[in-house]
């Protein structure tokens, strides 16, 4: 399977901090996306990095790809309590791992 | 803005009884998918469309799942007979015509509880 796996699993911070969550992946890419989900809703796509990349930046997100480790970070600077959501990264189709819930606390 | 839509929202049935569950893509994107979403998990692709045809339903439990896409345009998927286990979230996509690796926009979802 090419899907990404997200690590952690959850994360709590305070409004205002940054959150950091990486994916790793098992075989060679063309690109690596990355989706948000909030709570009992679709999935809205973030941001695409291709395997020629190393990072890139959308608004507060600044993601990284490093292909000679097969994975990738997600970085969300100033949290705010909207960004509350879980947080999956795909490669391929895309299939998905389990995702990174993210708890953003006022 | 463009969306994908799904209907119903929200569908409860009872164990045994037969389901559908209907999707519209963005107008254009010739592939389709259909996900499985337990919660607490990562979506799990059900099925892929090309246009018309199944790219991909390794993953769908054919002895009671079927999706058809009979124009290339919108996409039914049914469960005869639904399961208990079979309560989930249904998500649809879609992506542009022969691109892989692209953006994929995703509907709201059909929410399903077995009884």
């Known amino acids: 399977s090419q899907q990404g796996e997200e690590d952690p699993q959850a994360l709590s911070i305070q409004e205002g901090e940054n959150a950091t969550m990486n994916c790793s992946y098992k075989?060679?890419?063309?690109?690596l996306q990355w989706y948000r989900q909030n709570s009992g809703r679709g999935l809205v796509h973030l941001i695409l990095?291709?395997?020629?990349?190393r990072e890139k930046h959308s608004g507060r997100l600044r993601v990284t790809l490093d292909t000679s480790k097969k994975s990738s970070s997600l970085l969300i600077t100033a949290s705010r309590a909207a960004d509350t959501a879980s947080y999956f990264c795909?490669?391929?189709?895309?299939?998905f791992g389990g995702g990174t819930r993210v708890l953003v606390k006022p | 803005e463009a969306e994908v839509a799904q209907s119903p929202r929200y569908k409860i049935t009872e164990k045994s009884q037969a389901v559908a569950f209907w999707c519209d893509p963005i107008?254009?994107?010739?592939?389709l998918y259909w996900y499985r979403q337990i919660l607490g998990q990562g979506p799990e692709l059900l099925v892929q469309?090309?246009?018309?045809?199944?790219?991909?339903d390794s993953q769908l439990p054919k002895d009671r799942f079927s999706a058809e896409r009979l124009k290339g345009v919108d996409s039914t998927l049914k469960i005869q007979p639904a399961e208990l286990g079979d309560s989930a979230m249904y998500l649809c996509?879609?992506?542009?015509?022969?691109?892989?690796?692209?953006?994929?926009?995703f509907g709201q979802g059909t929410r399903l509880t077995v009884v």
């Open positions: 795909a490669t391929v189709s895309p299939p």
């Open positions: 996509a879609s992506s542009l015509a022969g691109a892989r690796d692209t953006e994929a926009f």
């Open positions: 990095i291709r395997s020629n990349e």
């Open positions: 107008s254009g994107h010739a592939t």
């Open positions: 075989t060679s890419i063309n690109n």
């Open positions: 469309f090309q246009d018309e045809s199944v790219v991909d």
